[in-house]
């Protein structure tokens, strides 16, 4: 597996990567990642990284220019550790990822094919950062980028949904016999609210400053506008006027603080509260609140 993301982060496509290498591991194959080098290891995975970036030791979550070098650094790893392990299959994640192990399945003739976990578009993510402006020349450079990493490069192309599977057909001309959906979802033995006494479950709610009997809304995930965030705050500012009394757990990073003050400046900093960063392996309770 080609990672661009420093793997593993509790959060979105990192999820995703962990619960299909814990499937494919426990259906008997052999699984190498090779993601950034920054991140947290998880015991059982096998997990190679880059070097470190000689000039920015820190960097952010999510979308960003030094993601270039980055991923320069990701296709060396790839190609020392495809020349050392000779894989059976390439499955990049992302269009970086489906991009870097496009080439090495091009070095082997084909013989190494490449799946692509087609998690998003990639111009309309950078769209949502603001990076690109879909009026300029480079926007639709960076779009027919994508339509041949989409349509020349894998043999076949896993989609998180089924609307996902429809965008690729739809907007960038994928054949449809390429596209395989395969729906993102948890393990029901682990996030499964029974597991919790209804005692935990309150002394959860009492740590993190929630009334008992308040109903709530989860959200887990990462912290950013284009995910929605502005919006549940507004619906909790809205449900509070209409008098309905609910509470909105909000878990997460970054902008955890502006969110607070987000929370603050619509009157709902009591209805609100925002705890951070969410360990995977603690997620199951805390949505069970």
């Given at each position: 597996m080609?990672?661009p993301?420093s ?8 999820i ?7 499937a494919?591991q ?9 993601t ?10 096998t997990i190679k ?7 920015r ?5 999510g ?5 270039i ?23 990049g ?36 950062h ?10 639709r ?16 192309i896993?989609?998180?949904?089924v609307?996902s599977g429809?965008?690729?057909a739809d907007?960038?001309?994928v054949?449809?016999?390429q596209?395989?959906?395969l ?17 935990e ?15 709530v ?5 990462l912290?950013?506008?284009y ?7 507004r619906?909790a500012a809205y ?6 009394d609910?509470?909105f ?19 709902v900093?009591e209805r ?17 609140v």
């Open positions: 080609i990672a993301t793997f593993f982060g509790d959060y979105g496509g990192h995703r990567i962990l619960e299909e290498t814990l494919l426990e259906l008997g194959h052999e699984v190498l990642i090779v950034y080098y920054k991140g947290n290891d998880v015991p059982g995975l990284r880059t070097w470190p970036l000689p000039y030791a820190e960097y952010e979550v979308s960003s220019r030094h993601k070098a980055f991923d320069i650094y990701l296709a060396g790893a790839a190609l020392f550790w495809w020349l050392r392990w000779r894989p059976d299959v390439i499955h994640h992302m269009h970086e990822g489906a991009l870097i192990g496009g080439v090495l399945s091009w070095l082997s003739l084909g013989r190494t094919p490449l799946v692509f976990d087609f998690q998003g578009s990639l111009t309309a993510e950078m769209v949502d603001g990076f690109l402006d879909p009026d300029r020349w480079i926007y450079a960076m779009f027919r980028l994508e339509r041949f990493i989409c349509r020349r490069l894998p043999k076949a896993l989609t998180s949904s609307r429809r965008m690729l907007k960038f001309e054949a449809e016999e596209i395989v959906p729906p993102d979802c948890v393990d029901t033995s682990r996030f499964d609210p029974e597991r919790f006494a209804e005692a479950r309150l002394a959860l709610k009492g740590r993190l400053g929630i009334p008992a009997e308040r109903p809304v989860a959200y887990l995930g912290l950013a506008d995910q929605g965030i502005p919006d549940l705050l619906a449900l509070k006027e209409w008098g309905e609910v509470h757990l909000i878990m997460g990073y970054p902008r955890v603080a502006q969110y607070r003050a987000e929370a603050e400046r619509l009157g900093a609100v509260t925002l705890p951070g960063r969410v360990k995977y392996d603690e997620a199951p309770f805390y949505l069970g």
